[in-house]
């Protein structure tokens, strides 16, 4: 199991690095100029002296190379020294800076990335706490009214997306009951009850959308896999020895039942932060998505790219993660 | 001597049947898909031929008659600048379709395509597979965004405002939706090279490229059809949410997802504008996804024997 961890952990490298090659290609090669948003009364010598001070005049390749080492050396050293206050990084090992606000790049992710955990790892919670309970009750009794109902339900929850379900909570809940702001406030500082409580009525919207589109998928996912083991032989060993059905269902079929589930939930994780960046546009929560939203709009390309490949190694950290918990919850599987 | 008047009673009572109306019949059995496909054909036959019938203009503004609630002249009322919002809505689903249609054949091909070569032919498996995982770790809508805001004036030039940005949403979605498609049918293709009638075939001295359309493909049709369906679907969402952050369609250029971002400003004022374009795309993907599910059950022999 240690020696397959290493081999995938090694095994990630060469992919992240192609896929850092390949968003790094599409932003570079495109045929977009990031000083065209400058004011046309800035004299061409001037743009030009713009574009060498940006480095757009170098070679592709030496551009990748200078852009991986700021990405994979000196960001982290930077990011070590504002943690414990050391001085690893030497002078001369410049941060990625955003072309909009000439601030580091990761100071920015850092300043938006609570408002994003917050409102995007609630609404994952939530939703599976929703989901496990659903599928198993719908897989138990399966064909049942109850099982009918959350068949219908979940169809419902991803067919219809959360651009239009958080549209239309707003005018639900915001325009005509005036119950919850539809503007999530980020400058609220949680000090006392009050506070506390507006934080959790203006969370209660994008934390509801979200979590009902990923129940509906992760519910499926129970239900079919409860489906699998309550047929099994020793489903029925289990009954025969004199078990409750409470132990039997939620002790044996359950246990097993969770296996590919926790695989499904880890394997979610990355296409819900991509998935916020909906969300967060719809409710205006200032996160990583909009963050995102607004760094395309302005043409400002090392946010864009840092960013992009955050999400890329998000998505390649978590199909590692359900690789190995496959393997170590399931004693059948053996990588080696 | 005595089985042959046997035999044809038999055949007299049954009728020949051919695999399709199996699947047929077990489809009609599952009432969900029946209404989702019924209900697909609506909305198609309404967006499509339904300009013919309510000939506004979509793009008529009559400035005096806006904001205006659902009336006989208008019964979806009218828009900021008094534009019908029943043409737009037809207008607006004419692209929205058309986007889901062209891009669901794209990425139906590139992952077909695929799908073959790497299962028909083991030497192309291993690179084959290896940048459909790539592509599967992709941060696909970030990129999608980075990609529509690089290249649209690019290729706005090119095609025209609205054609270019067709060719180019159309595009992106079908290159980063083929992945699920090309794996299921090469695992299918990998299962069929086994089978007895392909070394029959291979045998007689079948070529590869026969033996690929005469053999392969029809045996895995029914998984494309499925994926297919759910393609659809999951175009008609991704072109909606990219019109919804404003990455889509210009704004006099209705689709669905833009009818629904531009609706949002005035949600305070016309709530009830943004209804309609968020219930066509939600009920289109809905009964997409329900014919899906049917023909999904209906394809599999395994359930249809039951």
């Given at each position: 199991?240690?020696?397959?961890?290493?081999?995938?952990?090694?095994?990630?490298?060469?992919?992240?690095?192609?896929?850092?090659?390949?968003?790094?290609?599409?932003?570079?090669?495109?045929?977009?100029?990031?000083?065209?948003?400058?004011?046309?009364?800035?004299?061409?010598?001037?743009?030009?002296?713009?574009?060498?001070?940006?480095?757009?005049?170098?070679?592709?390749?030496?551009?990748?190379?200078?852009?991986?080492?700021?990405?994979?050396?000196?960001?982290?050293?930077?990011?070590?020294?504002?943690?414990?206050?050391?001085?690893?990084?030497?002078?001369?090992?410049?941060?990625?800076?955003?072309?909009?606000?000439?601030?580091?790049?990761?100071?920015?992710?850092?300043?938006?990335?609570?408002?994003?955990?917050?409102?995007?790892?609630?609404?994952?919670?939530?939703?599976?706490?929703?989901?496990?309970?659903?599928?198993?009750?719908?897989?138990?009794?399966?064909?049942?009214?109850?099982?009918?109902?959350?068949?219908?339900?979940?169809?419902?929850?991803?067919?219809?997306?959360?651009?239009?379900?958080?549209?239309?909570?707003?005018?639900?809940?915001?325009?005509?009951?005036?119950?919850?702001?539809?503007?999530?406030?980020?400058?609220?500082?949680?000090?006392?009850?009050?506070?506390?409580?507006?934080?959790?009525?203006?969370?209660?919207?994008?934390?509801?959308?979200?979590?009902?589109?990923?129940?509906?998928?992760?519910?499926?996912?129970?239900?079919?896999?409860?489906?699998?083991?309550?047929?099994?032989?020793?489903?029925?060993?289990?009954?025969?020895?004199?078990?409750?059905?409470?132990?039997?269902?939620?002790?044996?079929?359950?246990?097993?039942?969770?296996?590919?589930?926790?695989?499904?939930?880890?394997?979610?994780?990355?296409?819900?932060?991509?998935?916020?960046?909906?969300?967060?546009?719809?409710?205006?929560?200032?996160?990583?998505?909009?963050?995102?939203?607004?760094?395309?709009?302005?043409?400002?390309?090392?946010?864009?790219?840092?960013?992009?490949?955050?999400?890329?190694?998000?998505?390649?950290?978590?199909?590692?993660?359900?690789?190995?918990?496959?393997?170590?919850?399931d004693p059948r599987i053996r990588y080696d | 001597m005595t089985d042959a008047p046997m035999i044809e009673t038999m055949e007299i009572a049954r009728p020949p049947r051919n695999q399709w109306l199996d699947v047929w019949d077990q489809f009609r059995s599952h009432r969900g898909a029946l209404l989702g496909a019924a209900f697909f054909a609506v909305i198609l036959a309404a967006v499509f031929l339904g300009p013919l019938i309510w000939q506004i203009d979509p793009t008529y503004i009559d400035i005096r008659a806006r904001n205006q609630g659902p009336s006989l002249a208008h019964p979806f009322g009218t828009d900021q600048l008094g534009r019908d919002t029943l043409a737009r809505m037809l207008a607006g689903g004419q692209v929205s379709l058309a986007v889901g249609l062209t891009a669901m054949g794209l990425s139906l091909v590139l992952g077909t395509l695929i799908g073959v070569l790497a299962g028909y032919f083991r030497r192309l498996d291993g690179a084959l597979m290896r940048l459909t995982d790539l592509f599967l770790a992709l941060p696909l809508l970030p990129l999608l965004l980075v990609i529509i805001m690089l290249f649209r004036d690019a290729l706005r030039s090119a095609f025209g405002p609205e054609g270019g940005i067709f060719v180019l949403i159309v595009f992106v979605i079908g290159i980063t939706s083929w992945m699920q498609t090309a794996r299921i049918v090469r695992g299918d293709v990998l299962a069929l090279k086994e089978q007895e009638f392909v070394l029959a075939a291979r045998s007689i001295g079948t070529p590869s490229r026969r033996m690929i359309t005469r053999h392969i493909l029809p045996n895995v049709l029914s998984p494309i059809m499925v994926s297919a369906t759910l393609g659809i679907a999951s175009a008609i969402i991704t072109e909606s949410a990219l019109s919804f952050l404003g990455l889509g369609f210009p704004s006099d250029f209705p689709t669905w997802g833009r009818l629904l971002f531009d609706s949002t400003d005035y949600l305070q004022q016309y709530p009830e504008r943004v209804i309609w374009p968020g219930l066509a795309i939600s009920l289109t993907v809905l009964s997409v996804n329900y014919m899906g599910d049917g023909l999904r059950d209906a394809l599999d022999p395994r359930i249809r024997g039951r």
């Open positions: 199991m240690f020696t397959y961890t290493i081999r995938r952990l090694l095994i990630a490298i060469p992919t992240l690095l192609v896929i850092s090659l390949i968003i790094f290609l599409v932003v570079t090669l495109a045929p977009s100029d990031p000083t065209a948003n400058l004011p046309l009364s800035i004299p061409s010598e001037v743009r030009a002296q713009m574009r060498e001070a940006l480095g757009l005049n170098e070679p592709i390749l030496v551009r990748y190379l200078l852009w991986l080492r700021q990405f994979f050396l000196y960001e982290p050293l930077h990011m070590l020294d504002q943690a414990f206050g050391l001085s690893l990084a030497g002078e001369d090992m410049q941060r990625i800076l955003s072309w909009q606000t000439r601030s580091p790049v990761a100071d920015l992710i850092v300043q938006r990335l609570p408002q994003t955990l917050w409102v995007v790892g609630t609404s994952y919670v939530v939703g599976v706490l929703i989901a496990l309970p659903i599928g198993i009750a719908s897989a138990y009794r399966q064909y049942s009214w109850f099982d009918q109902i959350g068949t219908f339900v979940s169809m419902v929850g991803f067919s219809v997306p959360t651009f239009f379900t958080g549209v239309l909570l707003i005018v639900i809940f915001s325009v005509h009951l005036g119950w919850f702001p539809s503007i999530y406030d980020t400058t609220l500082r949680v000090t006392d009850l009050s506070t506390f409580w507006l934080q959790i009525k203006q969370m209660i919207m994008p934390v509801a959308v979200l979590a009902l589109y990923n129940a509906a998928q992760i519910s499926r996912f129970m239900r079919a896999s409860m489906l699998d083991n309550l047929n099994q032989d020793y489903v029925r060993t289990a009954r025969a020895k004199g078990m409750t059905e409470r132990v039997v269902v939620l002790l044996h079929v359950l246990r097993n039942s969770m296996i590919p589930v926790v695989t499904v939930i880890a394997l979610g994780v990355p296409t819900v932060f991509g998935g916020a960046i909906i969300t967060e546009q719809v409710f205006k929560v200032n996160g990583i998505g909009q963050l995102l939203i607004i760094a395309i709009q302005g043409g400002d390309v090392p946010t864009v790219q840092t960013l992009t490949f955050i999400f890329a190694v998000l998505i390649v950290l978590f199909n590692l993660i359900a690789d190995v918990l496959y393997g170590l919850l | -």
